[in-house]
C-alpha cells in the first residue's frame, strides 16, 4: 500500500470496523481502506451480508439467521430491506419487453401482523391478510410481475399494470382463477395484446368426515369461462404459476403455514418476496429449463450469484 501524498510504502496498523488501517511510514498518518459502498454503509462485510440472505432465500427464519451468523436480527432486516430495493430495481431494469405466448396470474395468500379477523377498525390498512399476486411465463417459468397487497380492485389494477410494462407487445393469452377484478383490469389495460383471455373456476368439494381441519381441499370440477378473444382451450392452465406458489412458500419461512414466522411490518414483508422472485428469476437453476428462467428468457447470460444481487444495483 501506497501512500498518495508522501509517494512512500505503508505498513499495516491494525483494524477498526472490519477495515484494514495503515500508518505512512514517513509522515506517521493513519489511514483506512475505502469503505465498500454496496451495502449503503452498513458495517458488515459483504461475505457475511451474502451468507445472511443465502439463509434467509433457504426457508430460515430472521432467528435462525441471527443463530447461526450471530449478526443482529435488527441488522438482518436492515439488510433484507436493502436487499429488497436493490432487487426491486434490477426487475424493473431487466425484466422488460418479455416475449410471452402464454400468462397465468395467481395469488398467494399471506398475513402481516395478525390475520384479518383479529384487524380491529382503529388499526391501519397495513396488518392483515396479505396477497402475493405472480404471473409466469408457462414456456420460461419466469416470474414477469409481482405485487403485494390486498386482495381487491385497486391491488389488482396495479399487479396488471406492471405486466403491461413488463411482457413485449406481441399478443398472448392469459389465465387466471375465478377472482372479479381481473376481468376489468385485464381488459381495459391489455386489450390490445391480448390473443385470448379466459378465467379456470375450480369447485371444491366439501371436506368429508374425518378429515383434518387443514387438510387440502379436493377439486371436484373445473370451469373454463372465455372473457375475450379466441383461446386456445388445451392452452387454459394455472398449473405452472400453482407451481411457482409452492416454490415461494417452500423457499420463503414467512409463507409456511402454521407457524408464528409471519411477518410484522409491511416493508420487511415486500422486500423478502422481491428478493426471493428476483433470486428464483436469476439465480436459481431450474431443473427443467438446465438453466435459470432469465437466462431462458434471454435477458441474463449466466447464472447470477446473491453477490450479484447485491452489487447490481
Known amino acids: 500500500m501506497t501512500f498518495h501524498n508522501c509517494r ?4 499495516k496498523f491494525g483494524k477498526r470496523q472490519n477495515r484494514q488501517r495503515y500508518q505512512c511510514q514517513q509522515c506517521r498518518k493513519v489511514f483506512a481502506d475505502a469503505r465498500d459502498n454496496s451495502l449503503d454503509g452498513m458495517y458488515l462485510s459483504i461475505e457475511k451480508a451474502d451468507m445472511v440472505l443465502k439463509l434467509l432465500l433457504e426457508c430460515n427464519s430472521t432467528s435462525t439467521v441471527e443463530r447461526v451468523t450471530e449478526v443482529h436480527h435488527t441488522l438482518i432486516l436492515k439488510l433484507l430491506v436493502l436487499a429488497g430495493e436493490k432487487c426491486e430495481r434490477i426487475m424493473a431494469e431487466k425484466v422488460r419487453n418479455v416475449q410471452v405466448r402464454d400468462v397465468e396470474c395467481d395469488e398467494v395468500w399471506s398475513f402481516i401482523g395478525k390475520k384479518q379477523k383479529r384487524v380491529r377498525p382503529e388499526d391501519s390498512q397495513l396488518p392483515g391478510d396479505c396477497y402475493v399476486g405472480g404471473r409466469d411465463r408457462a414456456a420460461l417459468q419466469i416470474g414477469t410481475d409481482i405485487t403485494v397487497g390486498k386482495r381487491d380492485q385497486a391491488t389488482c389494477d396495479v399487479f396488471v399494470e406492471g405486466l403491461r410494462h413488463a411482457t413485449a407487445r406481441t399478443p398472448f393469452q392469459i389465465t387466471t382463477d375465478g377472482f372479479a377484478p381481473y376481468r376489468s383490469a385485464i381488459t381495459t389495460t391489455l386489450h390490445d395484446r391480448l390473443r385470448g383471455f379466459a378465467q379456470l373456476i375450480k369447485v371444491y368439494r366439501a371436506s368429508q368426515e374425518g378429515e383434518a381441519r387443514y387438510s387440502p381441499a379436493e377439486v371436484a370440477s373445473t370451469e373454463v369461462v372465455p372473457i375475450v378473444g ?19 412458500r417452500m423457499g420463503l419461512r414467512r409463507f409456511t403455514h402454521l407457524t408464528n414466522a409471519f411477518s410484522k411490518r409491511f416493508d420487511n414483508h415486500w422486500a423478502a418476496v422481491i428478493l426471493w422472485y428476483t433470486w428464483y428469476n436469476f439465480g436459481r437453476v431450474h431443473k427443467s429449463l438446465r438453466c435459470t428462467p432469465a437466462m431462458e428468457a434471454g435477458i441474463a447470460d449466466h447464472v447470477w450469484s446473491v453477490r450479484e444481487l447485491l452489487e447490481a444495483a
Do not use: A, G, Y
Not at 239 to 248: A, C, G, I
Open 8 to 11: 512512500t510504502e505503508c505498513r
Open 230 to 248: 379466441q383461446h386456445d382451450p388445451e392452452r387454459v392452465c394455472t398449473s405452472m404459476v400453482e407451481r411457482s406458489n409452492l416454490s415461494l
